[in-house]
C-alpha cells in the first residue's frame, strides 16, 4: 500500500481568521482557529489509510502536533503558502511519502469518512477536491513532487489547469464535507446553524457568538 502523508498548514493561532476581525476578537478568532484545527486533525487522526500527519508552520504548529501525535514541518518566512507547501511536500516525499493530501486547518465538518473517500479517489498526479466558494479544500499529489501548489482565488481549476499543462493527470472530486470552511463572518453565521457535531461550533455557541451575530441580523432588519 502506498504510503500517503496528511500536510496540514497552521497559522498562528493569534495572526490566524483575520477576515473575521470586524465581528470577532482577537481572542475569539485565536480559539476558533485552535476550535477548526481539532476538528480538522480529529478527522485526519481517525481516518483509516494516512501514513501520518504533517503539520506546517511555526511553534504553535509544534504545541499543536503534540497533542495530535503529528509531525511538524518549519514553514520560510520568505515563501508564500504555496511555495511552503511545495516545499513541505517534497520534504514528505524524501521521507518515503508516495502521495500527500493538504488539508487547511479549517474544516469544522470533516470527517474520517470524507478522508477516506479521498484517499480512495487518489491516482497518479493531480486530486483536486473544491470548496464551495472554488478554493482548495485538499489537493493530493501523487506522488509528491507532482506539483504545482497556486492556492487562492478559484485555485481549484487553476490547480487542475496548472497539471493538465505540465501533461499531469488530474482529476476533481466532490466531497461535501470538505466543501465548506470558515473564513467569513457568513461562514460562521452558517457554522452555527449546522446540526452536526464540530468543536468549532460548540465554541461558538458556548462563547455566545452565535446568538450574537443573530442579535446583530436582526438590529440591522430592524
Same mark, same amino acid.
Given at each position: 500500500?502506498?504510503?500517503?502523508?496528511?500536510?496540514?498548514?497552521?497559522?498562528?493561532?493569534?495572526?490566524?481568521?483575520?477576515?473575521?476581525?470586524?465581528?470577532?476578537?482577537?481572542?475569539?478568532?485565536? =480559539?476558533?482557529?485552535?476550535? @477548526?484545527?481539532?476538528?480538522?486533525?480529529? &478527522? /485526519?487522526? !481517525? #481516518?483509516? *489509510?494516512? +501514513?501520518?500527519?504533517?503539520?506546517?508552520?511555526?511553534?504553535?504548529?509544534?504545541?499543536?502536533?503534540?497533542?495530535?501525535?503529528?509531525?511538524?514541518?518549519?514553514?520560510?518566512?520568505?515563501?508564500?503558502?504555496?511555495?511552503?507547501?511545495?516545499?513541505?511536500?517534497?520534504?514528505?516525499?524524501?521521507?518515503?511519502?508516495?502521495?500527500?493530501?493538504?488539508?487547511? =486547518?479549517?474544516?469544522?465538518? @470533516?470527517?474520517?469518512?470524507?478522508?477516506? &473517500? /479521498?484517499? !480512495? #479517489?487518489? *491516482?497518479? +498526479?493531480?486530486?483536486?477536491?473544491?470548496?464551495?466558494?472554488?478554493?482548495?479544500?485538499?489537493?493530493?499529489?501523487?506522488?509528491?513532487?507532482?506539483?504545482?501548489?497556486?492556492?487562492?482565488?478559484?485555485?481549484?481549476?487553476?490547480?487542475?489547469?496548472?497539471?493538465?499543462?505540465?501533461?499531469?493527470?488530474?482529476?476533481?472530486?466532490?466531497?461535501?464535507?470538505? =466543501?465548506?470552511?470558515?473564513?467569513?463572518?457568513?461562514?460562521?453565521?452558517?457554522?452555527?446553524?449546522?446540526?452536526?457535531?464540530?468543536?468549532?461550533?460548540?465554541?461558538?455557541?458556548?462563547?455566545?457568538?452565535?446568538?450574537?451575530?443573530?442579535?446583530?441580523?436582526?438590529?440591522?432588519?430592524?
Amino acid at each position: 500500500m502506498n504510503a500517503i502523508w496528511a500536510l496540514v498548514p497552521v497559522k498562528a493561532p493569534a495572526h490566524a481568521k483575520s477576515r473575521l476581525a470586524s465581528a470577532l476578537s482577537a481572542a475569539e478568532r485565536s =480559539a476558533l482557529a485552535t476550535a @477548526l484545527a481539532r476538528d480538522t486533525l480529529g &478527522a /485526519l487522526a !481517525a #481516518a483509516r *489509510g494516512l +501514513g501520518g500527519i504533517a503539520l506546517l508552520g511555526d511553534t504553535d504548529a509544534a504545541a499543536l502536533a503534540a497533542l495530535h501525535d503529528c509531525v511538524t514541518l518549519a514553514d520560510d518566512p520568505a515563501l508564500d503558502l504555496s511555495a511552503n507547501l511545495a516545499a513541505a511536500a517534497l520534504r514528505l516525499g524524501s521521507m518515503g511519502a508516495d502521495a500527500v493530501v493538504i488539508v487547511p =486547518a479549517d474544516l469544522p465538518l @470533516l470527517t474520517a469518512a470524507a478522508v477516506e &473517500a /479521498l484517499l !480512495a #479517489a487518489l *491516482g497518479p +498526479g493531480v486530486t483536486v477536491v473544491p470548496a464551495a466558494d472554488g478554493g482548495t479544500n485538499a489537493l493530493g499529489l501523487m506522488p509528491p513532487s507532482d506539483g504545482p501548489c497556486c492556492f487562492g482565488v478559484d485555485s481549484a481549476r487553476r490547480h487542475l489547469e496548472a497539471a493538465r499543462a505540465r501533461g499531469l493527470a488530474a482529476r476533481r472530486v466532490d466531497l461535501a464535507a470538505f =466543501a465548506r470552511d470558515v473564513d467569513t463572518v457568513d461562514d460562521v453565521r452558517w457554522l452555527c446553524a449546522q446540526d452536526a457535531p464540530s468543536h468549532a461550533r460548540d465554541y461558538l455557541l458556548a462563547g455566545g457568538i452565535c446568538a450574537r451575530l443573530v442579535q446583530q441580523d436582526e438590529r440591522r432588519r430592524a
